[in-house]
């Protein structure tokens, strides 16, 4: 980091966590259940991250509610987090006590007013995709962000205000909740510590060429599929084709689809196999008369999950084929049909499927300001702790690819040594002024 400001204000005690997944939310809670003040950051619309839009997590395969609500009623209850959604952090300078919080927000056209009642809603005539479900379907773009959205308020998509509707819709809203006038907006926060939570993004399969995402509906990206089976998404958890809504009973599961492959993501995202073996189940707990087939170069079923590999594994509908496919061709009637060599027994194969779900890796998502700040990032781009004499610590995804149990340790990690590093500056600082 640059020492711009050094020594000179006041040391700041506020804690800034970046991002609100998870990792961001457990990091807010546990600072300010210490007694710290704490900004919490998200660019998007509502907090959860990621993990909000799971169908079922494991360890347990509970609804991501479970994790989540938890969270979501500790910040509603700590009045020292102060949540700032639609907000991007863009960069960060200074250093421990005076970190300088670069942002921007964007509008989201509904004040703290709103109720959800959904009168915006029913008058809005505009569709846009639906980032939620990862553009599988088209919404209304005055919405609600997610089912169980927190926080729970609509948002309106610029399309809308475009198109002219914002007075249509603020007319419609009788609690002043709706403004088709409000402007993007930068400001700077001044932070004691930051905490750096700002996960991942999924690698952009389209880049993978030989696998033809994009050129048929019936592939998908692993996130795909868990909005595809859950309950609240595109087809109300019917896990079907989508280029023709029939049931898919024949599903190809592709590991490492950009992963552990110098052109794209050299290294192991340590989640997608538990995630294909939770697609499986998905797709056995729907069809009796299904077949799923798993393409693999290594299974790793990481801590404590063996188990549920061994489950999975102990179906007979479930076929672990050891090989990563070489390319997708398409058949006559528009099924993508994968071709490859099986590593053993070196046969060749030409497998038409229903659906195929490429298992695409998690890639660190890390502003060009913050690079410019002088904050390390390892080889693949993931941001590197600094020792304790530094006020910036990474959590969850954004540090390493972690599942959501390790996400929240290495959360209440930063979150304590962000509380030592402000409490240490502030104590360092009366000292000196003491002995003035
Ligand atoms: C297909 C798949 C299935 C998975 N299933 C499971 C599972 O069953 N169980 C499990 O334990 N794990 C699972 N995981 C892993 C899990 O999703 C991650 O562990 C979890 O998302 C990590 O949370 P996070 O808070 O670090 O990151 P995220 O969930 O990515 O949250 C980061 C937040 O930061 C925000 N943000 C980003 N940049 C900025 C910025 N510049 N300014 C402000 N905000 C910003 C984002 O909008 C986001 O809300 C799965 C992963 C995949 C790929």
């Known amino acids: 980091m640059s020492s711009k400001g050094q020594e000179q204000g006041p040391a700041s005690q506020t804690i800034v966590v970046v991002g609100g997944g998870i990792a961001g939310m457990t990091a807010a809670?546990?600072?300010?259940?210490?007694?710290?003040?704490?900004?919490?950051?998200?660019?998007?619309?509502?907090?959860?991250?990621?993990?909000?839009?799971?169908?079922?997590y494991f360890p347990k395969l509970c609804h991501p509610g479970c994790g989540l609500e938890i969270n979501y009623q500790r910040i509603r209850a700590n009045r020292r987090i102060r949540v700032i959604t639609m907000c991007d952090v863009t960069a960060v300078d200074g250093r421990i006590g005076s970190y300088t919080v670069a942002a921007r927000r964007?509008?989201?056209?509904?004040?703290?007013?709103?109720?959800?009642?959904?009168?915006?809603?029913?008058?809005?005539?505009?569709?846009?995709?639906?980032p939620f479900n990862y553009g599988l379907d088209r919404v209304n773009a005055a919405r609600l962000p997610h089912e169980h959205a927190f926080p729970m308020r609509y948002m309106i998509a610029p399309e809308a205000i475009a198109a002219g509707e914002g007075p249509a819709l603020a007319q419609a809203c009788a609690y002043g909740a709706i403004e088709p006038e409000e402007r993007e907006q930068t400001f700077e926060l001044s932070a004691g510590a930051i905490v750096w939570a700002t996960g991942w993004q999924p690698y952009d399969a389209r880049r993978i060429?030989?696998?033809?995402?994009?050129e048929s509906p019936d592939i998908l990206t692993n996130v795909q599929m868990e909005r595809l089976a859950a309950p609240d998404g595109p087809t109300g958890g019917r896990i079907i084709r989508p280029s023709n809504g029939e049931p898919a009973r024949k599903v190809a599961l592709v590991q490492c689809a950009g992963s552990r492959d110098v052109n794209h993501l050299p290294y192991c995202s340590r989640i997608c196999c538990l995630g294909s073996l939770k697609h499986a189940a998905y797709v056995r707990e729907q069809y009796a008369d299904a077949q799923v087939d798993i393409y693999y170069i290594d299974l790793r079923a990481h801590d404590k999950l063996e188990a549920f590999y061994d489950?999975?594994?102990?179906?007979?509908?479930?076929?672990f084929i050891k090989s990563k496919p070489a390319h997708i061709r398409f058949a006559p009637d528009g099924r993508p049909v994968l071709h490859g060599e099986r590593t053993v027994g070196r046969d060749m194969y030409a497998e038409a499927y229903d659906l195929v779900v490429l298992a695409t890796g998690m890639q660190a998502v890390v502003p060009a300001g913050l690079k410019s700040g002088g904050v390390a990032l390892d080889d693949y781009g993931f941001v590197v702790a600094q020792d304790d004499a530094e006020g910036f610590w990474p959590a969850g995804v954004a540090s390493?690819?972690?599942?959501?149990?390790?996400?929240?340790q290495s959360a209440t990690a930063a979150a304590l040594r962000a509380v030592r590093a402000v409490r240490g500056v502030a104590g360092a600082r009366a000292q000196g002024e003491c002995q003035k």
Request: with cysteine; charged share 25%.
């Open 400 to 408: 390493a690819p972690l599942d959501v149990s390790m996400s929240v």
């Open 29 to 56: 809670v546990e600072a300010a259940e210490l007694g710290q003040d704490v900004v919490l950051l998200e660019r998007g619309p509502s907090l959860g991250g990621r993990v909000a839009a799971l169908n079922r």
């Open 311 to 319: 489950r999975v594994r102990a179906d007979p509908q479930v076929r």
């Open 209 to 214: 060429d030989v696998y033809r995402y994009g």
């Open 106 to 130: 964007l509008p989201r056209y509904v004040n703290e007013r709103c109720t959800a009642c959904g009168a915006c809603a029913r008058v809005c005539k505009t569709e846009v995709p639906n």
